[in-house]
């Protein structure tokens, strides 16, 4: 609280907005309907983010749906980050929750992991580098992308903490929070054991 009051509350306040507004470009839906392939929100799980554009057999779509889901987060942290510290990290929670709940869709966006991503991205690579090193072990070793995500989802607000970065640690904690609650669907199909799996077909 003190360290915002220190930004001052407008930057900290513009800065969230700035977020905001950058995270809820809905990339998916752009791209998919530009391409002349409709709304992606009428198949598959309904979701704008990438992994249900991949399910248009578009992988050059999918690709740049998670760049610009990741890259939105990234812009909106660098860019407030001119403003200092308090500002960019509230431009990285306005930018995560702009595209869990963009307002031109009705509030109803994506899950988060690639917007988490490209915040982390700009606040601390390292730390991505370990949430990379995490999901890629438990990727290989389980095939379960979703529990992949999780898992380093929830690791990194420790790993920022052990970097000693407490207030970044704290952000991540609430994005994590986040990004669990929007995986609701894919935890209890995970605990049914019908969650699908990386290369699993049908």
Do not use: C
């Not at 309904?46 to 890259?71: F, H, M, S, Y």
């Not at 970065?165 to 609650?181: C, D, E, H, N």
């Amino acid at each position: 609280m003190t360290a915002a009051l220190d930004a001052g509350w407008p930057l900290v306040l513009a800065g969230l907005g700035f977020g905001y507004l950058l995270g809820s470009i809905p990339f998916g839906l752009i791209l998919t309907k530009y391409a002349g392939l409709g709304d992606v929100r009428a198949i598959g799980s309904g979701n704008i983010g990438a992994t249900n554009v991949l399910r248009t057999g578009r992988k050059g779509l999918a690709a740049a749906t998670l760049l610009g889901d990741a890259l939105k987060g990234t812009v909106a942290v660098l860019v407030a980050g001119l403003w200092g510290e308090e500002p960019a990290l509230a431009a990285g929670l306005g930018a995560f929750l702009g595209h869990l709940f963009p307002v031109w869709l009705s509030f109803k966006g994506g899950k988060g992991v690639a917007t988490f991503l490209g915040v982390l991205l700009a606040l601390n690579p390292l730390a991505l580098l370990a949430f990379a090193v995490i999901w890629l072990g438990l990727a290989f070793a389980l095939r379960y992308s979703s529990l992949s995500a999780l898992a380093a989802s929830a690791a990194t607000p420790l790993v920022l903490w052990a970097l000693g970065q407490p207030r970044t640690a704290l952000l991540f904690l609430v994005l994590g929070l986040l990004l669990w609650w929007k995986h609701a669907p894919n935890i209890r199909r995970l605990l049914a054991g019908t969650e699908g799996r990386i290369g699993q077909k049908g």
